[in-house]
């Protein structure tokens, strides 16, 4: 097993072994632990899991539109990536707009039900056309709120000013890299409410030392199947982003965790991905010399990935 399969294997098993049942938010319910840490050096390769295929133009898209400061998903649905859309969707079939088929807990329902499966599969491919093509529709239902983009790259203070806490924390790593205050936080409590869904990658720290920058980030909330792959994955390339921009080499991504859980559905999938031994990590590429800041997808590059058939679970909304 590479360090970082093996990492990964180990917490989805400590998971298995000691995780208490416990129900959800979303109902589905899940097997749940508290606190774990995992630690990934930058010098063994990429940490994108290889006992099942990552879809990195999906993590990398994201985290481009963090970036941005973007919190309209009509960037992601460019790309194809779908993986905020429910969350948008839930907003838009929740509004007094909204004449059609009755969506209450769709996410659910659409695995119970394959004749409602049909019905929300068409609500949400005209959804996602509207936002597409439709301007005005898109500004009002494409938009999440007040999440991690905004949050990024303009907090809002009580006088209205906006911090930039991202170009922030860059400027401060370059000009007093012994500083134990490089933080960027996405957990605005008074901004909670506007928001389609809390932060869960909530809080992360660098570190300067000997010329190597390392990344820390607290995780309140963790699906440790679907989304923990690519919070892994995306905030290792943004440890690469930041190193690049400040002269250093990527050195550790620490991975904090509150409430790691597995979801009850997801048990056959991560049984199937445990049975699996890995390959050789892959390396990352960034092929341009533009600021992290107008980074785009089209100039990032994963090289040398080598993975195990993807494994498809539903997503808890
Ligand atoms: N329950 C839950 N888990 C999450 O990981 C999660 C949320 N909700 N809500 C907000 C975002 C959205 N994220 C998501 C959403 C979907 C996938 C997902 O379905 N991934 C699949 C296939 C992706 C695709 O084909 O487009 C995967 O196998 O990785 C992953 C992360 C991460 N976050
Ligand atoms: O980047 C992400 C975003 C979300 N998640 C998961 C963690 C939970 O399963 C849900 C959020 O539900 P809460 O009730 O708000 O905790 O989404 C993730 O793992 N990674």
Not at 45 to 52: A, Y
Not at 133 to 154: H, I, M, S, T
Not at 207 to 233: C, E, H, M, T, W
Not at 238 to 248: F, I, K, S
Request: proline residues 4%; negative net charge.
């Amino acid at each position: 097993m590479n360090h970082f399969d093996a990492a990964y294997h180990e917490l989805l098993e400590k998971i298995l072994n000691e995780g208490q049942y416990k129900d959800d938010r979303t109902g589905t319910g899940t097997y749940s632990i508290f606190g774990h840490q995992m630690r990934f050096d930058m010098r063994n390769g990429f940490p994108m899991l290889t006992t099942k295929k990552v879809l990195f133009k999906m993590l990398a898209t994201e985290l481009v539109w963090f970036i941005r400061g973007d919190t309209n998903i009509k960037f992601l649905l460019q790309y194809n990536n779908n993986i905020w859309n429910e969350w948008a969707f839930k907003k838009w079939v929740e509004s007094d707009e909204y004449t059609g088929p009755d969506m209450t807990d769709f996410g659910n329902r659409a695995l119970q039900d394959d004749a409602f499966k049909e019905i929300y599969k068409k609500e949400m491919d005209k959804f996602k056309s509207r936002i597409l093509e439709d301007d005005a529709f898109a500004e009002k239902y494409g938009d999440l709120g007040n999440v991690y983009g905004r949050q990024w790259r303009a907090w809002e203070g009580p006088d209205g000013t906006f911090t930039d806490q991202l170009k922030n924390v860059v400027e401060s790593i370059r000009n007093n890299p012994n500083s134990r205050r490089h933080i960027v936080t996405a957990w605005n409590p008074s901004e909670i409410d506007s928001m389609a869904l809390p932060p869960c990658h909530a809080f992360f720290q660098f570190y300067v030392n000997d010329g190597k920058l390392s990344l820390q980030l607290y995780q309140r909330s963790a699906d440790v199947f679907l989304g923990v792959p690519f919070n892994i994955a995306s905030y290792a390339l943004l440890l690469h982003l930041v190193a690049r921009e400040c002269n250093l080499e990527p050195a550790d991504f620490v991975h904090t965790f509150g409430d790691a859980h597995i979801y009850s559905n997801h048990l056959d999938a991560v049984n199937t991905q445990l049975s699996r031994d890995s390959y050789k990590a892959p390396n990352i590429r960034i092929n341009s010399d533009k600021s992290m800041f107008d980074i785009e997808y089209e100039d990032i590059e994963v090289v040398d990935y080598e993975f195990h058939p993807h494994i498809k679970a539903p997503i808890a909304v």
